[in-house]
């Protein structure tokens, strides 16, 4: 399974080569459709049309999760408190990713120390 954080996001919903060879090479591997978590639409988007489009069109091809189990939101902080470091969200993306998922961010930093005290969940820079 592949979940994009808000950079991940983002970057793929960019209408340029590079997302889109991205994109096609995540079909190959059969790593498409990703996972996006509601959460993360609230970093991604700020409801108008005209700054939302791109995202809006990506999103048609992923798979949206509406919801957060309590398990995951508690696992969720569990890894935040190990790892000292990431927003809730980012914690959030990374439970969701477990148990051997792979993230999509744009910035991998945070991601990284949160995966290191997760079941085998590995951060791509995108």
Avoid: F, H
């Avoid at 700054?51 to 999760?65: F, G, P, Y």
């Amino acid at each position: 399974m592949l979940v994009l954080d808000s950079g991940g996001l983002s970057r793929l919903s960019q209408r340029s080569r590079r997302a889109a060879a991205l994109i096609a090479a995540l079909r190959a591997e059969g790593l498409w459709p990703p996972v996006v978590p509601t959460v993360v639409l609230a970093e991604s988007t700020a409801g108008t049309a005209r700054t939302d489009a791109n995202i809006n069109r990506l999103l048609k091809s992923c798979e949206v999760d509406p919801v957060v189990a309590e398990a995951k939101a508690r696992r969720a902080g569990q890894l935040r408190a190990r790892a000292r470091q990431g927003s809730a969200i980012d914690a959030l993306v990374v439970a969701l990713a477990e148990p051997g998922s792979t993230v999509m961010t744009s910035d991998p930093d945070d991601l990284d120390a949160l995966a290191a005290y997760a079941d085998q969940v590995v951060i791509e820079a995108v």
